[in-house]
């Protein structure tokens, strides 16, 4: 039977054996209650309550009997029926012990388990009223305090336990802590301040200038799918319970993030663990979470990472306003700047360019999922067989100064207008995690165990998933396709010709990985994954330093310096000359190419 309704979902078994005797105008009464098998949103209550009560000569006793570090006591002087000008007054008194504590992840909804330690809940309550009730409201008062010693707990923002030690004062209207310390692997998080219940502190208030503030220095955090490395924080909590309001900054640096995302097709089980899923519940929040000029400082060795398709080393700081439990209509104000980075389209990456000031910029008037990019990326292909160029019937090609050798392409990503038209292509919720590695995975071992099938296998599937739907063609074509992306080569190709190009390296992947060995999967995956990359981005760093030296110096369009030292001078869109010098055969040479 639900009395009133409420915003989440809260059943037990509720008994009572009572005993009436008396009058109606001097009853008495005695019994006992119980409360068990309870459940809260769906999470079980494990500890059972019993209690005994009793009303005689107008005067009300209750006290709790188990759990027996839960010890309650209400008692009252409470005239029935109501009598003119008499005094009736309640006080309550109550120690909770672990057992309380133990409570925390039912009523959380797991974001809190409690593990071990000391704790002490005492509170002590009353009020008093004569003809009108409601003034019981005005009357109340209540005093407590929380101990904590050595407490440790269990939270889903952090994956290792939290040891908390200091205490909290409780009053009539807010709590305020004068030291509350917690410990997180080696870091230490000091809590100071007030903060009130249900009515936020005026500006007269003395209080008003110490909100409740949580600092961080130097922390070491290791947020699962989120955020792992260092951070120092001073945060603030102002407003009230239902309606907390989270200011101050954050410095992230020495780590990697990455958001969980929510997409149409389906929710990320990180998004689900931080964010949770609010639709289970009868109506909105029964919490609305605002950040205020919330902001967030990106700062040296910062990483945005996920391994393979895409990281990004950047720098630049940026201000949140909004509810963090909706994501798309949070606002934001900032810069983001790109350092160095890579993101993988049809197997071939793409690095940042170094001659261009990379920037994300957020604009409050937008979703901080819709940010304006301006962002040029840059990679060197190969063209064994001319594969961008059509084979007309009045094209001579002379194949003899060619000698075999492949075409070197160089191509220019660039991105300049709003995420907006490129999140259908990247906002992909994997379906495994075969593919999670770091360098350190590919590296052959000594210990003969990681060579074992199961790892074979797992190599198969991540290279299967990067030429699949994870990072393969479909999606590849789905980014290129974008209003946003531009892209351009020396020399000089059409967008198609270029896509072609780029789906010809994926195709030849494909072509080398068939009836390969799991043990040559491996052998391929460090080739692949960890040597090619990091030469790649040599070579395209020395190119790039090439073009940036000999551009105003001779007036070439691009230049590199590998696998040929050569500078390219676009004459027309579709006609070039290439002056170079061939370290293979140590000889000069020029060259002249007009497409019709």
């Known amino acids: 039977l639900e009395f009133v309704p409420t915003p989440v979902d809260a059943t037990g078994m509720l008994g009572a054996e009572v005993a009436v005797a008396g009058t109606l105008l001097n009853p008495e009464v005695e019994g ?52 003119p000008n008499f005094e009736n007054t309640i006080t309550a008194n109550a120690e909770i012990g672990e057992s309380g504590f133990a409570l925390l992840g039912a009523l959380s909804l797991g974001q809190v388990e409690w593990v071990g330690g000391k704790g002490l809940l005492t509170l002590s ?33 952090l994956s290792e336990e939290l040891t908390v030690n200091g205490e909290v004062n409780i009053s009539k209207d807010r709590i305020s802590i004068e030291q509350l310390q917690g410990t997180v692997d080696e870091s ?37 799918s989120l955020y792992r490395g260092r951070a120092d924080a001073n945060v603030t909590l102002e407003g009230m319970i239902f309606n907390p309001i989270i200011g101050g900054e954050v410095r992230l640096y020495n780590g990697q993030v990455l958001i969980p995302q929510q997409t149409a097709q389906a929710i990320s089980p990180a998004y689900q663990r931080w964010f949770g899923d609010f639709a289970a519940l009868q109506g909105e929040p029964p919490v609305d979470v605002q950040l205020d000029d919330f902001r967030v ?15 990004f080393a950047m720098t630049g700081d940026f201000t949140l306003n909004g509810s963090p439990l909706n994501i798309p209509s949070l606002r934001s104000s900032g810069e983001i700047i790109l350092q160095r980075g890579d993101i993988t389209l049809f197997n071939t990456q793409f690095f940042l360019s170094r001659l261009n000031e990379n920037r994300v910029v957020f604009d409050p008037s937008r979703s901080i999922l819709n940010p304006e990019l301006d962002v040029e990326m840059g990679t060197t292909i190969s063209d064994p067989q001319n594969l961008g160029q059509s084979s007309e019937p009045n094209e001579v090609r002379d194949d003899l100064a060619r000698v075999g050798r492949a ?10 207008g709003t995420a907006e038209e490129l999140l259908a292509s990247l906002g992909i919720v994997p379906e495994n995690n075969a593919c999670e590695k770091t360098v350190e ?40 396709e974008s209003r946003a992306v531009q892209l351009d080569s020396s020399p000089s190709r059409t967008r198609g010709e270029i896509v072609e190009l780029l789906a010809q390296q994926f195709i ?26 990091l030469a790649r981005d040599i070579i ?16 070439v369009t691009t230049a590199q310096v590998y696998p040929e030292a050569e500078g390219i001078y676009q004459l027309q869109e579709d006609s070039f000359i290439g002056v170079g010098y061939d370290y293979t055969f140590g000889e000069f040479k020029v060259r002249y190419q007009q497409s019709f």
């Open 32 to 83: 006992e209650f119980s409360f068990e098998n309870g459940s809260f949103q769906g999470r079980a209550i494990e500890e059972n309550f019993r209690g005994e009560f009793s009303y005689r000569n107008s005067q009300f006793a209750l006290r709790t009997t188990n759990p027996e570090d839960i010890d309650i006591q209400v008692n009252g002087d409470i005239a029935l029926p109501p009598q």
């Open 540 to 555: 395209f760093l020395a190119n790039e330093q090439a073009t940036k030296i000999a551009r105003p110096i001779f007036g």
């Open 125 to 157: 309550a009353g009020t008093s009223f004569m003809d009108d009730p409601i003034a019981a409201v005005d009357n109340f008062n209540l005093t407590g305090e929380v101990i904590l010693e050595d407490a440790v707990f269990l939270t889903t923002a």
């Open 407 to 416: 075409d070197t392409v160089s191509v220019d990503l660039s991105v300049q």
């Open 441 to 480: 995975n590919f590296l052959p071992s000594d210990r003969p165990e990681q060579l074992a099938t199961g790892n074979l296998e797992q190599e198969g599937q991540c290279v299967s998933k990067n030429i699949g739907t994870g990072n393969g063609s479909g999606t590849s074509q789905q980014i290129l």
């Open 508 to 533: 030849d992947l494909g072509e080398q990985l068939q009836n390969s060995s799991g043990e040559e999967l491996l052998e391929f995956g460090l080739a692949q994954f960890v040597i090619e990359p």
């Open 297 to 311: 400082v990106l700062d040296d060795g910062f990483g945005f990472v996920s391994s393979p398709v895409y990281k």
């Open 188 to 224: 230490d998080i000091n809590i100071t301040g007030v903060f009130p219940f249900f009515v936020p502190l005026s500006e007269g208030d003395p209080d008003a200038e110490n909100p409740l503030t949580a600092k961080l220095d130097r922390g070491q955090l290791d947020l699962e």
